[in-house]
């Protein structure tokens, strides 16, 4: 049976190198019970969330459960004042081979229709802290839909990305043609989508899908350390840079540079704004405070 396990408690400080089931933590002041995938805090301050997918057996296939529990989790991260980033990942051979066909082969077009089926994925988009997918071995369908709706990749170097759905019958349908083909452009999504064909970590890396390609033993670490330097910033400044970033896949140009600017205004009405620029007059580390 699966591992269960329990959101770190608040006082937690977790080292980047302990083994990850010795380190899990089963008190919770939320006290939420995952049956698919593993949560804890991590890094040397124990401000990066951490959730690893845990259906190796399937290759990390997304069945409903699995997504329900990944929305709690990232929910509990996100009401965490501690916590200043995530980091998303599955197992050496598997961030998550798609979504679970044993459970969508016998759906009807009624029940997914009306019932606005894998419609509760776009979750993972809508929190303020970014999350950093750290991916190995297969990403493939909903698995590379999953690890494109955060913020950030890194791949390890045996990583495989691909949207297969056109084998199976069906097309993506969280967010595959769309993410994939303002990540890599047309010609490149267009072949993924229509053959599918998978692309290793370095084509991934070259075609602008990731930012960083590691050794496969350690990109969970290097994301980690990502979520470090990312949780050692202003959050409440990060949440509006998040926001900005975004603007740019949903808006025109002139609509981002409006809200970037008026993001950027903002900014100044805070106390790490003056915090930050003071820390550099002064020659000092800014010590931010969120406020
Ligand atoms: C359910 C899956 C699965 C999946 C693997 N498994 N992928 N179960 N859904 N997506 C299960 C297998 O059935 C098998 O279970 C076990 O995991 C190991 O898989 P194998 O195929 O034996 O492993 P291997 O030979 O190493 O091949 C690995 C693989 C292959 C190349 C990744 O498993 C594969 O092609 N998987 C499907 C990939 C795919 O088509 N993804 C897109 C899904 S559709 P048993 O019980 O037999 O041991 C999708 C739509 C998204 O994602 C739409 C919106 C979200």
């Known amino acids: ?65 699995l997504m329900r529990e990944v929305g709690l989790a990232l929910d509990e991260f996100e009401n965490d004042p501690e916590i200043g980033a995530i980091v998303l990942t599955g197992s050496e051979k598997a961030f998550a081979a798609g979504a679970d066909i044993k459970e969508m082969v016998d759906k009807t077009f009624q029940e997914c229709y009306a019932g606005n089926f894998l419609t509760h994925w776009n979750h993972v988009t809508t929190g303020k802290k970014p999350v950093i997918a750290a991916v190995n071995g297969y990403a493939l369908g ?13 791949a390890g170097d045996k990583a495989q990305f691909g949207q297969p759905e056109i084998l199976l019958g069906t097309i993506p349908g969280a967010g595959g043609t769309q993410r994939l083909t ?12 229509l053959t599918g064909d998978r692309i290793s970590a370095q084509e991934a890396k070259a075609s602008g899908l990731v930012s960083k390609v590691f050794p496969a033993s350690d990109v969970v670490d290097e994301a980690i350390k990502c979520g470090e330097k990312i949780a050692s910033n202003s959050k409440l400044i ?46 000092r580390k800014a010590n931010f405070t969120d406020q």
């Open 142 to 154: 909903g698995g590379c839909e999953l690890a494109m709706m955060c913020d950030i990749i890194y």
């Open 1 to 65: 049976m699966a591992l269960l396990c329990r959101v770190a408690a608040a006082s937690l400080r977790v080292s980047r190198s302990r083994p990850l089931v010795a380190a899990a933590v089963r008190a919770s002041s939320a006290g939420a019970q995952y049956q698919h995938i593993l949560v804890e805090k991590k890094g040397e301050r124990g401000n990066v969330g951490f959730i690893q997918l845990n259906r190796k057996k399937a290759l990390n296939a997304l069945c409903d459960e």
């Open 182 to 193: 303002k990540a890599v452009g047309k010609s490149l999504a267009m072949e993924m989508v």
């Open 238 to 283: 990060v949440a509006m840079a998040k926001e900005a970033v975004n603007g740019a896949f949903e808006l025109t140009l002139a609509e981002g540079n409006r809200l970037e600017k008026r993001l950027f205004h903002s900014t100044f009405s805070t106390n790490d704004r003056k915090e930050g620029m003071n820390a550099f007059v002064e020659k």
